[in-house]
């Protein structure tokens, strides 16, 4: 099943959460998850650069603690930061506890006040508790770019298809992600810049 049916059904059971910013007007907001990475999230850095396009990283807690160099070098370009756990866990297979412990352990390396569940996939009760901290950062399009059996062109179909004025965008500063994200991305900003939409990190 497609992320964006899904969605539309989530949106129900997590009304705290923030899907999209529609009323922000001619703006879009992309995001990249998992990093930071070597080599890959300093190409992507470079690829918003040569656009004059801000985004949100939310890092991985123990990536950044691996690379604190990349993490600093996000911040010193202007982007935002935000919170997807020390350790990438599943909120609907994980306690509580063991989460929010995660969760603060990330925090010691990430200052932000935004967070992201990895997977999207959070209990009630998680969003709950986080809420009075974090903003909790969803989306509304998927871009499918760690998808191994999806091709960068089928990625960039689906991105530019559903891709709105006010959406906020996934994609992910991995390996695994990699090709397809260097082939959408550039393309992406591309075609909305020319339509006079601006590019924005989440605040």
Known sequence: MAYWHI???LKK????????????????YLTFDDGPTPVVTEKILDILDQY???????????NVERHPEIYNEILRRG????????????GWETSNKEYFQDIELAGLFIKSSLF???????????????EKKYHIILW????????????KEKCLRSVLKYTKPGSIVVFHDSEK???????????????????????????
């Not at 004059?52 to 123990?62: E, P, Q, S």
Request: positive net charge; aromatic residues 14%.
């Open 52 to 62: 004059k396009a801000k985004a949100t990283f939310f890092c991985l807690g123990r």
């Open 7 to 9: 969605e539309n059904w």
């Open 177 to 203: 992600a990699s090709e397809r994200t260097f082939y959408v991305l550039p393309k992406l900003l591309k075609a909305f810049q020319d339509k006079g939409v601006e590019f924005l990190g989440i605040n």
């Open 116 to 130: 992201r569940p990895p997977y999207g996939r959070i209990k009630r009760a998680q969003i709950k508790y986080l």
């Open 79 to 90: 982007h935002q930061t935000g919170n997807h756990t020390y350790s990438h866990l599943k």
């Open 140 to 151: 509304d399009v998927m871009s499918h770019d760690y998808e191994k059996l999806w091709s």
């Open 13 to 28: 059971i997590y009304p705290g959460a923030i899907w999209d910013k529609r009323k922000s007007g001619k703006r879009l």
